[in-house]
């Protein structure tokens, strides 16, 4: 065993190198924002490169939770409730769209398949300006639910193409059994597919949340009172207000980053075979 | 219409299924897509557009919006600012991302390790990592700048010399955009069957030969519609220009969906902002029809 591994290390010696240097780089800004995050403002304005903070301190989160009666928790309760608003109506739109679009043929099957790829090119910078006008007439401007709405579409075209890999893959026999056996078309697409399919499921719910948590320039346009800002628009004018406040900066920018990390280490598995399950079977 | 009747009958459950999203998807993508060419012909701006007690009072210019932007040089100089921008990018996420995706293929103890940290640019939110980089590139206390000088060579400034800003956020997005490519190139490549390397070696082919024969050509189709899909995402990406540079210094990092996003919410032009948003939209039709074209014609040949 051990002189296999000696052996393996010898002939790929580059190839680590290599891929070790590719992670630091990787990681690289993650960690640099961490370790200011745990800076004093002394260290952070210092010439010197400090890797880890010489003195760590927890007071650039302190500031950033007690700062104006703690409007730091009012974002992150809007960016939760948003993103799981999101993730609740993508998956609802999501798996039917694409039950439909694996099971049935019918007139207009291609050209809704073609549809779902070809909103992916519509640029948001088009859309924004009648969305915005749109939600300006129909009072959804510094809502919650406009929000909502315009990120489970962003979302919806991948989600799409995604499910409908894994739901092609369910053999269509366990579902004609289920028929013969009494249960409606409903009844089959509730009982069977969907549990069958829960790693498809994860990866739509994964990517409907992080397509709401991580969003900006929606967020930006459409909510200007600031209780109701979303966390990475709270955390903007942060910038503007603190001018070069980094290390306040820093200590937010962990906070909304831990979530999605914490997900992403569960469904980065399923993220990488729904990708290619999806796109190897169009 | 009878036969309308009988085709909604046989297909009922389909659209039943299809329905909610169909729904959605017209209401905010395929009704703001007409009122937004609509818009781009009229002189719509923060004074004329209406509110709750004044009525609108906009009016149709016809062609007037693209006529002032396509005889402007400012224009010219963004699009061209933008296809370097969308080059250059998608070059290194291709070149370095099928690289990576290359080297993760082989068998080996830790690989698992390295595809997650590889994946860690992806999964950090893009206003993250878009802060992160702006405070890397910070000219007094900037990590970049403070290794440069440890070093014993000069400072760069970063933000505020235009071709190094163009650099600058060049370099975030490339690291930004390299997982995706690897990860469809890496699933890409596991679909190659084994065998066909085992008769390579076979029939005596080296290494080299064997990437140029069995890996490339079949790795073709993943890989333009792979590169295609980058393209459009590049160059429709706002979130690091608009939060790395802000277009800045000058305009000189600008591309065109943050200029359009600068007309709209900056100058309260909205006509001229949806003007904008047009030509993008023209721009990535004609480029993937020519795209595709092209890629036909070669099928033919070969």
């Not at chain 1, 002189?3 to 002939?11: G, L, M, Q, S």
């Not at chain 1, 200590?251 to 796109?279: K, W």
């Not at chain 2, 009922?12 to 993508?29: D, E, G, K, S, W």
Request: glycine share 6%.
């Amino acid at each position: 065993m051990k002189t296999n591994n000696a052996f393996t290390w010898k002939r790929l010696w580059g190839t680590h190198v290599i891929l070790i240097l590719a992670s630091l780089i990787s990681i690289f800004p993650l960690l640099w924002i961490i370790s200011t995050s745990f800076k004093p403002a002394a260290e952070v304005f210092d010439s010197q490169i400090h890797f880890i903070p010489v003195t760590p301190t927890l007071g650039n989160y302190r500031v950033l939770f007690t700062m104006k009666h703690n409007i730091f928790f009012n974002w992150l309760g809007n960016s939760a409730l948003i993103a799981v608003s999101t993730t609740l109506l993508g998956l609802f739109l999501a798996t039917t769209a694409a039950y439909a679009l694996s099971r049935f043929r019918f007139p207009g099957h291609r050209a809704s398949l073609f549809t779902f790829l070809l909103i992916q090119m519509f640029p948001g910078a088009l859309l924004i300006v009648p969305l915005y006008q749109l939600m300006r007439a129909y009072g959804l401007l510094n809502s919650w639910f406009g929000l909502v709405l315009a990120y489970a579409t962003t979302a919806l075209p991948f989600c799409v193409w995604m499910l409908k890999g894994f739901f092609d893959t369910i053999p269509l026999e366990i579902e004609e059994a289920a028929r013969v056996d009494g249960l409606s078309p409903f009844g089959s697409f509730y009982r069977i597919v969907l549990p069958l399919s829960l790693p498809g499921l994860a990866v739509t719910a994964f990517y409907s949340f992080i397509t709401a948590w991580n969003e900006f320039m929606y967020a930006m346009t459409f909510m200007s009172k600031e209780k109701l800002y979303t966390l990475p628009v709270g955390m903007g004018t942060f910038v503007n207000q603190f001018q070069s406040d980094w290390q306040y900066l820093a200590a937010g920018a962990v906070m909304i980053t831990i979530p999605v990390i914490v997900f992403f280490f569960f469904a980065q598995r399923y993220l990488v075979s729904g990708l290619t399950a999806g796109g190897t079977k169009g | 219409m009878n036969g309308l009747g009988k085709s909604w009958r046989r297909h009922r459950m389909a659209y039943l299924f299809l329905t909610p999203a169909l729904v959605v998807l017209a209401i905010l993508v395929f009704y703001p897509l007409v009122k937004g060419i609509l818009l781009s012909m009229t002189d719509m701006n923060q004074y004329n557009m209406g509110t709750k007690f004044l009525k609108a009072s906009y009016h149709f210019i016809g062609l007037g919006n693209y006529r002032t932007i396509l005889t402007s040089p400012e224009f010219w100089q963004i699009t061209k600012q933008t296809i370097i921008w969308t080059f250059v990018n998608v070059f290194f996420h291709f070149s370095i991302g099928l690289f990576l995706a290359l080297l993760l293929n082989r068998q080996f103890r830790g690989r698992t390790v390295y595809r997650i940290l590889l994946l860690v640019p992806w999964a950090v939110p893009s206003f993250v990592s878009a802060f992160a980089w702006k405070w890397m590139f910070n000219y007094d206390y900037g990590f970049i700048n403070l290794a440069l000088t440890k070093l014993g060579l000069q400072p760069i400034p970063w933000l505020s010399h235009p071709t190094w800003a163009m650099v600058a956020v060049i370099l975030t997005n490339v690291w930004l955009g390299i997982p995706f490519m690897m990860v469809t190139m890496l699933g890409g490549l596991q679909s190659i069957p084994k065998d066909l390397y085992e008769a390579a070696v076979v029939d005596g082919a080296n290494r080299w030969q064997q990437f140029w024969r069995i890996t490339l050509p079949l790795l073709r189709s993943v890989a333009l519609t792979a590169t295609l899909l980058g393209v459009i995402w590049t160059f429709n990406m706002f979130n690091i220009i608009f939060l790395v540079t802000g277009g800045g210094p000058v305009h000189s990092t600008e591309i065109l969906v943050t200029y359009s996003y600068l007309q709209a919410f900056g100058e309260w032009k909205f006509g001229m902002a949806s003007a904008y948003g047009v030509i993008i939209l023209s721009f990535l039709v004609v480029f993937s029809s020519v795209y595709y074209r092209a890629l036909h014609q070669e099928e033919k040949v070969f």
